[in-house]
């Protein structure tokens, strides 16, 4: 059986979705606190030009399909008069390895374009897990 955990808009209020597929599929909400017993970012160091950290692997399965979402939130140095358009954005990493149970990988990104650097304001980063999949063995697999 696989697991998957998929990005939605609603991601940002903190809500992620488990979709469990064999012949069919079906979805389970979970908010951070539950999806944060199955994937945990720590060892986080961030500046607007590099984050880097590390994952690690929870469960008693294999997790892939990583995607790690990257937040380069924005703050105005005078909020009462903010300029007219934001610079922060979000962007997206997905991870090419797999992780088996309790193992943990390292991971640096650097924003491409560069953040643009100015005196207005400044970016402040944030990480976190976007979506990835467990695969969770069938109870027919196991008895074989």
């Not at 998957?4 to 069919?24: E, K, Q, T, Y």
């Not at 140095?77 to 997905?94: A, C, V």
Request: aromatic share 8%.
């Amino acid at each position: 059986m696989k697991a998957r955990l998929l990005p939605l808009s609603a991601l940002l209020s903190g809500w992620i979705v488990l979709s469990w597929s064999i012949d069919s599929r079906a979805q389970i909400v979970l908010d951070q606190e539950e999806a944060a017993k199955t994937l945990a970012i720590r060892n986080v160091t961030a500046t607007p030009s590099l984050v880097s950290g590390e994952i690690v692997n929870r469960t008693p399965h294999l997790a892939r399909d990583i995607e790690l979402v990257f937040q380069f939130h924005w703050l105005w140095k005078n909020e009462f008069k903010p300029g007219r358009e934001s610079p922060g954005r979000t962007e997206i990493l997905k991870m090419a390895k797999e992780l088996r149970p309790g193992e943990s990988i390292g991971f640096r990104y650097t924003p491409d374009p560069p953040l643009p650097n100015r005196g207005d304001g400044w970016f402040e980063p944030e990480v976190t897990i976007g979506a990835f999949t467990v695969v969770i063995p069938s109870a027919n697999m196991t008895s074989r």
